[in-house]
């Protein structure tokens, strides 16, 4: 079993910053990537930002300059900084990795969301 399991969330004032943090664990023999993605109400799914084990990076258009993404790959964890909120940016934000549980199998895994708020 891989769980992902994510913290950090909560309500912020507008130019205010928060820190999600994820952290997997269970049967993990190597990661492709983790990153993060987000679902407002009434909204798709979108893609916020990812990180590969080769450090390669990929922001969204609206949060570039603002959000950055890290890994502790020593401790399975995917951090995001994400610094002068906006409310658009209010959603639930998942947690999201490619994996291998094994030499020979790999699959994609979320983590169950944590709500950020972004209001006055």
């Known amino acids: 079993q891989v769980q992902l399991v994510e913290s950090g969330g909560g309500l912020v004032q507008p130019g205010g910053s928060l820190r999600l943090s994820c952290a997997a664990s269970?049967?993990?023999?190597?990661?492709?990537?983790m990153g993060w993605y987000r679902q407002a109400p009434g909204k798709q799914r979108e893609l916020v930002a990812t990180?590969?084990?080769?450090?390669?990076?990929n922001y969204a258009d609206s949060v570039k300059g603002r959000f950055t993404i890290s890994r502790d790959n020593a401790k399975n964890t995917v951090y995001l900084q994400m610094n002068s909120l906006k409310p658009e940016d209010t959603a639930v934000y998942y947690c999201?990795?490619?994996?291998?549980?094994?030499?020979?199998?790999?699959?994609?895994?979320w983590g169950q969301g944590t709500q950020v708020t972004v209001s006055s």
């Open positions: 269970g049967s993990i023999f190597s990661i492709i990537a």
């Open positions: 990180r590969t084990s080769g450090h390669s990076t």
């Open positions: 999201n990795a490619r994996l291998y549980s094994d030499p020979h199998e790999h699959n994609e895994y």
